[in-house]
C-alpha cells in the first residue's frame, strides 16, 4: 500500500527523538570544545624564536622571546605531571625564521611538541643527577664538618703545658745555632709552615735570622695546631738539635718542640697570607701591599743589605775622621734647581723639601772640617723611570782642603772599601751571592772619562739623542744614551767636567776651560748615575756671579755666601743615592725595590 511509504507515527516519534538526539549531541560536543577553547585561552602564551630569541635574558613575551621551547617551558617551572603534554600549561607560539617579517606567531607544530617532550625528560634526567649529586656533596660536606667538630672537639681536651720547673733560656734566632743541645724559647712569625701525618715542619722567623722547628705528638693535637696558618706569630719551646747528615735548615739546626702555642692568629682562607701578594700580581696592588711585600724574603734581604751598607759607609766616613751631621729637611733655599722643589706652607711662608744637604755640610766644614749626612732628599720629579723617587735617602759628603783628583780618589775609595766591606761580612756576602750572583767588585781605577769624550763616544757608537740625532757638546746626556753607553763599557765610569750650564750654581768651573766644570757622576752598569758632585766655587765674587747667571737672588743664601767671607778655601764633596747604588748592588729593576716605602710621582702610601 501506498501508504506505506509513510512514516508511521511511532517512526515519526523516532525520527524526532533522534534528531533532538543528535541536536543535543552535537550541542553537547560544541559545549566541550567552547570549554577546551576557555581552558587554553586561560594558559599563558609564551613567545619563541629560535633566531631573535634568547634564552638567558628572554621572558616570553612577544618582544622578548625565548630562543627554544625546553627554556620557555622551564620558564614556568611546571610539575613533572605536565611534562608528556607541555601544551597543558603553556601556549607556546613560535616564530620561524622566515616570518619574522610578517611578525607571524604560529602554535608549536606536533613534531615541535614531540621534541620538546624529549628535551624535556633530558632535562628532569639531568636534574635528577645534580640533585643527587647536591645530596652526595652535601653528605660529604657534613659529614667533613662532623669530624672536623669531633677533632676540636677532642683537640679542646689536649693542653700543652708551659712547665715552669723545667728551664728554658729565651733568645732570638740568630744565637739558637751556638745553644745546641739547650732547651730555649724563642718567639718569632710562621715564616712556611707543612704539616704531616706525625710532624708539622714549621720555619719561623724573627727578624733576625729562620729557624727550623719540628712539632710532633700532642704538640699537633691542638687546637692552635688545627688553627695553624702561615704569619701568625708564635712562642715556641723546645731542645736545639743539629740536623741529620744530608738534610739542610737555615743555621744547621732545628727545634724539637716541647710547648708552644699562637701569641697572634693570621687569617687563613680567603683572607690569608699567601693568597694576598704573588708573584704575579700588578705593581699597583704590590705597592699598596708594600708592609706585607717588605716580610718576603727578597724584601727582607734588600732592606737588610741596605741597613748593612749605610753601616758601611759609617764606619768608612769614621774611619776617616769624617764627622756625621744632620741638616734640616724644611728648607728655604733651592740646591738643585726650582723645577723639582716641593713647597709647602711655612707658618705662611713658602719653604721647601730638602733636595739636597749639601749647602749645610759646606756650612760645617770650618767647625768640624770633614763631614758626611744620610739624610732624605726630595725631588718633585714629573717622570716615572725605574732610578727615579721623589724621596730618596741622601748619602752625602763635603772635603775641605782639597783638589779635583782628590775628591775623585776619595769616591773610589769609599765606594771600594763599602763593597769590600759587604763582601766580607757573611750575611750581605750571602744575599748579594743570592740576589747578583754575577756581581764583581769594581775594579780599580775607575775608568774616569772626560764629558767631551763621552760625547764622541756616543756618536761614535751611533747612541743617538731622544729626538734621533747625534750628539753635541753641550747636550745634555739624557738617561737612556747615558745607561746605553754605561752597559756597553760595562764598569764604573767616573764621567767629569760637565758643561757649566748644564749643572748647579755652585760647581767650580775649571781653570783650563771655563765653560766646563769639576763636577763628576759616577755612574755604574744597569742603573746609571748613582754620584753626583764637584769642587765648590771658593771665590766670593764668581759665586755672586753664579747667582745672577741663573736668576737667583742672593739674600736667601746669605748663610751660605758667608762661607766665602768668612775664611774661604778650596773643598768639594758629592751626593749618592742609596737607593740607586743598592740597585746596582743587588741588581734590583729598579729603585723602589730598594727604598722601605717607596715614593715616586702620585704614590705616597702606604
Ligand atoms: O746629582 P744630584 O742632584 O746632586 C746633588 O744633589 C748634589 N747637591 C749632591 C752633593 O754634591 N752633595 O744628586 C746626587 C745623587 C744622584 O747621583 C743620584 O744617585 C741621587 O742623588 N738622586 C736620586 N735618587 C733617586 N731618585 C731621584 N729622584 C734622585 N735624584 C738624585
Known amino acids: 500500500m501506498a501508504e506505506s511509504a509513510q512514516p508511521t507515527i511511532t517512526e515519526q516519534a523516532q525520527g524526532v527523538a533522534t534528531k533532538l538526539a543528535n541536536s543535543v549531541a552535537e550541542t553537547l560536543y560544541l559545549g566541550e570544545q567552547s570549554k577546551d577553547d576557555s581552558a587554553k585561552s586561560a594558559l599563558p602564551i609564551l613567545y619563541i624564536d629560535e633566531k631573535a630569541g634568547n634564552d638567558t635574558t628572554g621572558t616570553g613575551a612577544e618582544l622578548s622571546p625565548f630562543a627554544t621551547p625546553l627554556a620557555a617551558y622551564q620558564s614556568l617551572n611546571p610539575p613533572a605531571e605536565s611534562d608528556a603534554n607541555p601544551s597543558s600549561v603553556a601556549n607556546l607560539m613560535v616564530r620561524k625564521p622566515d616570518s619574522v617579517e610578517r611578525n607571524e606567531w604560529v602554535e608549536i607544530s606536533t613534531s615541535g611538541k614531540k621534541k620538546l617532550v624529549k628535551n624535556i625528560s633530558g632535562w628532569r634526567k639531568s636534574q635528577a643527577k645534580l640533585a643527587a649529586e647536591g645530596d652526595r656533596l652535601a653528605k660529604e660536606k657534613a659529614e667533613r664538618e662532623e669530624k672536623e667538630r669531633l677533632r676540636r672537639e677532642e683537640a679542646k681536651g689536649v693542653i700543652l703545658v708551659d712547665d715552669a720547673s723545667k728551664e728554658s733560656k729565651k733568645t732570638k734566632i740568630y744565637a739558637v745555632p751556638e745553644l745546641v743541645g739547650q732547651r730555649v724559647r724563642i718567639n718569632g712569625w710562621v715564616h712556611r709552615f707543612r704539616p704531616q701525618k706525625t710532624n708539622y715542619f714549621l720555619v719561623v722567623r724573627d727578624g733576625t735570622a729562620m729557624l727550623q722547628c719540628i712539632l710532633t705528638g700532642d704538640c699537633i693535637k691542638t687546637l692552635d695546631a688545627l688553627d695553624l696558618t702561615t704569619e701568625s706569630t708564635v712562642e715556641l719551646v723546645g731542645t736545639v738539635e743539629k740536623v741529620k747528615e744530608g738534610q739542610t735548615a737555615p743555621g744547621g739546626v732545628e727545634l724539637l718542640v716541647d710547648y708552644w702555642k699562637i701569641i697572634g692568629r693570621a687569617p687563613g682562607g680567603a683572607d690569608a697570607f699567601d693568597g694576598r701578594l704573588q708573584q704575579d700580581t700588578d705593581a699597583s696592588i704590590r705597592a699598596d701591599l708594600r708592609h706585607l711585600e717588605l716580610r718576603g724574603e727578597t724584601a727582607t734581604s734588600v732592606m737588610r ?169 753641550g747636550d745634555d746626556i739624557a738617561e737612556a744614551a747615558e745607561r746605553k753607553m754605561t752597559d756597553q763599557i760595562n764598569r764604573p765610569i767616573m764621567l767629569i767636567h760637565f758643561p757649566k750650564l748644564l749643572k748647579a750654581f755652585y760647581m767650580q768651573p775649571l781653570a783650563s776651560a771655563p765653560d766646563f766644570t769639576e763636577s763628576v757622576d759616577v755612574l755604574m752598569p744597569n742603573v746609571g748615575e748613582v754620584v753626583g758632585g764637584s769642587m765648590r766655587i771658593t771665590d766670593y765674587d764668581t759665586l755672586m756671579a753664579a747667582y745672577k747667571r741663573e736668576g737667583i737672588p742672593s739674600d736667601p743664601y746669605y748663610w751660605f755666601t758667608d762661607q766665602r767671607k768668612y775664611g774661604t778655601t778650596e773643598h768639594g764633596g758629592y751626593g749618592l743615592g742609596v737607593e740607586r747604588f743598592l740597585a746596582w748592588l743587588l741588581n734590583r729593576w729598579t729603585v723602589r725595590e730598594c727604598s722601605l716605602y717607596p715614593r715616586w710621582m702620585g704614590r705616597a702610601t702606604p
Not at 723639582?340 to 711662608?349: H, K, M, N, R, V
Not at 723611570?385 to 782639597?402: C, K
Not at 764583581?440 to 751611533?462: C, H, T, V, W
Open 305 to 473: 743589605v741596605r741597613a748593612l751598607l749605610l753601616r758601611a759607609f759609617r764606619d768608612s766616613f769614621h774611619k776617616r775622621r769624617i764627622t756625621e751631621v744632620t741638616p734640616p729637611c724644611m728648607v728655604q733655599t733651592s740646591v738643585e734647581g726650582g723645577s723639582t722643589l716641593f713647597e709647602f706652607d711655612y707658618y705662611g711662608a713658602p719653604a721647601y723639601l730638602t733636595q739636597s744637604s749639601q749647602l749645610y755640610l759646606e756650612t760645617v766644614l770650618p767647625s768640624l772640617g770633614d763631614v758626611y749626612c744620610i739624610q732624605e732628599s726630595f725631588r718633585a720629579e714629573k717622570s716615572l723611570t725605574r732610578r727615579h723617587l721623589s724621596e730618596y735617602t741622601h748619602l752625602e759628603a763635603e772635603l775641605v782642603f782639597i783638589q779635583f783628583k782628590d775628591l775623585l780618589d776619595h769616591l773610589e775609595d769609599m765606594i771600594c772599601d763599602v763593597v769590600d766591606t759587604l763582601l766580607a761580612d757573611p750575611v750581605s756576602s750571602e744575599i748579594i751571592k743570592t740576589l747578583n750572583p754575577t756581581f764583581q767588585p769594581p775594579s780599580r781605577p775607575f775608568l774616569r772619562m772626560d764629558y767631551r769624550d763621552a760625547i764622541k763616544y756616543l756618536n761614535e757608537n751611533g747612541i743617538k739623542k731622544e729626538d734621533g740625532q747625534d750628539h753635541v757638546v
